[in-house]
């Protein structure tokens, strides 16, 4: 549901199409989906900080040049 992990609970008769049910917050799945986004940002994150390095020394080179 729009990125909120729920679980449905409840009767659904397929032939008519007709139920009772609700929406439950699934901490669980809640969990476990932070910590899965808390890993991409980590390695996200460690990539830009490569990446600033190896682009430091061109930097430190073009502001040499320029004065």
């Known amino acids: 549901m729009n990125g909120v992990c729920v679980r449905w609970r ?6 008519r199409l007709d139920g ?6 699934d901490e ?7 910590a ?3 890993d991409e ?3 996200y994150k460690a ?4 990446f600033e390095d190896k682009q430091r ?3 430190l080179c073009e502001r040499g040049g320029s004065r």
């Open 10 to 15: 409840g009767c659904l008769d397929l032939e």
């Open 20 to 25: 009772v049910g609700c929406l439950e917050f």
């Open 28 to 34: 669980d799945a809640a969990r476990l989906e932070d």
């Open 36 to 38: 899965i986004l808390r």
């Open 41 to 43: 940002l980590e390695k």
């Open 47 to 50: 990539k830009l900080r490569e």
């Open 57 to 59: 020394p061109f930097k």
